[in-house]
């Protein structure tokens, strides 16, 4: 065996690379998260050949001075933590001071940034790990950071990545878990040169429609429960609606996207007695918890957490899943009116009644068509049914509503899946005229 040997810097960043910025996405997270942790209100993504080509993000947040700028690329250096007591409490996204030393190591990087209370903006190349002197630069304001042709110096990893379309739609994902975890902050993100997606600063209810779709928001229950140091809130769907794909499954632990067992093993335990077990339940939700009772220095690209009390959380978010999941199905008809009609995407709202026509209640559009589905609805109207469906009568839940002109549903028989699996209903018959695409009799 050679003698030990201490590893060049460039090549330690070259190694942590490997684990931080597994591929694109990962590399396009952290950038994203630093543009989050610098407190900005939009974030601009340009993307080219699947992010392998070039990630840029550019931001409107704090920026960096000058004199930072080398420190920003190094590794273990960040403006985040400064004692083992910070590790305590971490409350920003970054906190281990590596993401842009491992990035810079295995691509060429840019990093252009002007400070609020600096006149114009200095601007820092590192090419392959090589740091060049910061130049003046142009920018408005916040942070700009390009990343071309990652990988270059590594052609090991890059034979690893997949083709553009798939690096893509990893970059898209990871682009959807930031988006959904601060609605509050607008995003555009285009690829080679089209865009396709383009957010303004919302809440989260109109994030999740714009970015889950249509069904997801239409069949989703709201969960919101407070307890001790912990809180938790957002939307899970109705067990009818769960489907075999793990594809709308996003939980925010204080605002970062987690892939936990223990919260995994809480929801499918909420989910247990009314979902078939090749189902998938489908979750938008996002746990608020005291820092200190929550440690994320576990995982080098921060996907998970440790509780202190795990069985407390466990149990806390159970209950308020199972609590939520009650009382839907308190609210709704066993089979509501979409299923009925077969109509697999119109948008019923949770908890809502039925559609009456001839509402009066004023502002309220349930008995118009809408064109606009974010208008704001009046919760005080009984018939806040379906307004935001685009043709009203394909989700109308009332059997002499004039609208309806839809025929062919099951009334008597349709049998949806979690009603059959809850009780122990047996399999209805087949009835010809069903259109519902969930039923059992078919
Ligand atoms: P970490 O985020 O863990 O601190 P990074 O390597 O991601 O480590 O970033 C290093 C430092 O560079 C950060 O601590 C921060 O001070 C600064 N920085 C990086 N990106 C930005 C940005 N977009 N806006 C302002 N500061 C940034
Ligand atoms: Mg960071």
Not at 41 to 54: E, F, P, S, Y
Not at 88 to 115: D, K, N, P
Not at 414 to 419: D, E, H, L, Y
């Amino acid at each position: 065996m050679h003698a030990i040997r201490p590893l060049p810097d460039q090549l330690i960043n070259q190694i942590a690379a490997g684990e931080v910025v597994e591929r694109p996405a990962a590399a396009l997270k952290e950038l994203l998260e630093n543009s989050l942790d610098a407190g900005a209100t939009q974030i601009d993504i340009d993307l080219a050949g699947g992010g392998v080509k070039l990630i840029r993000v550019a931001d409107d947040g704090m920026g960096i001075d000058r004199e930072d700028l080398v420190f920003a690329v190094a590794r273990h250096a960040t403006s985040k933590i400064s004692s083992a007591s910070d590790l305590e409490a971490i409350g920003t996204l970054g906190f281990r001071g590596e993401a842009l030393a491992s990035i810079a190591a295995v691509s060429r990087l840019a990093l252009t940034s002007r400070s609020r209370t600096k006149p114009h903006a200095w601007r820092i190349e590192v090419d392959g790990g090589e740091v060049g002197a910061p130049q003046p630069a142009a920018l408005a304001s916040g942070t700009t950071v390009t990343v071309q042709e990652l990988y270059f110096n590594t052609p090991a990893r890059r034979k690893f990545l997949r083709t553009d379309a798939t690096e893509f739609g990893h970059c898209e994902e990871a682009f959807r878990r930031i988006a959904l975890s601060h609605p509050d902050t607008g995003f555009t993100m285009q690829h080679n040169a089209s865009v396709r997606y383009r957010l303004l600063a919302q809440g989260r209810r109109a994030r999740v429609d714009a970015l889950l779709g249509d069904e997801f928001a239409a069949q989703a229950a709201y969960v919101d429960e407070h307890g001790p140091g912990l809180s938790l809130a957002g939307w899970v769907v109705r067990p009818a609606y769960a489907t075999s794909a793990r594809d709308a499954q996003y939980l925010f632990v204080n605002g970062r996207f987690v892939r936990d067992r223990v919260l995994a093993h809480a929801l499918r335990e909420a989910y247990r007695d009314v979902l078939h077990h090749e189902r998938q339940p489908a979750y938008a939700l996002w746990l608020t918890i005291e820092p200190r009772i929550v440690d994320v220095n576990v995982h080098p690209a921060k996907a998970e957490v440790r509780f202190r009390d795990s069985g407390a959380v466990h149990q806390f978010v159970r209950h308020a899943v199972e609590k939520s999941l009650a009382s839907t199905a308190a609210e709704q008809p066993a089979v509501s009116a979409s299923e009925r009609l077969g109509v697999a995407a119109a948008r019923v709202p949770p908890s809502r009644r039925a559609f009456t026509p001839g509402c009066s209640v004023t502002g309220c559009r349930c008995s118009t068509k809408l064109s606009e589905p974010s208008e704001p609805m009046d919760p005080t109207c009984p018939t806040l049914a379906i307004i935001r469906s685009a043709s009203l009568w394909r989700s109308c839940m009332e059997s002499s509503c004039s609208l309806k002109t839809a025929t062919g549903w099951c009334w008597s028989t349709c049998m949806p899946r979690t009603n059959a699996s809850s009780t122990s209903v047996s399999r209805p018959r087949l009835t010809a005229r069903c259109r519902c695409s969930r039923c059992w009799c078919r």
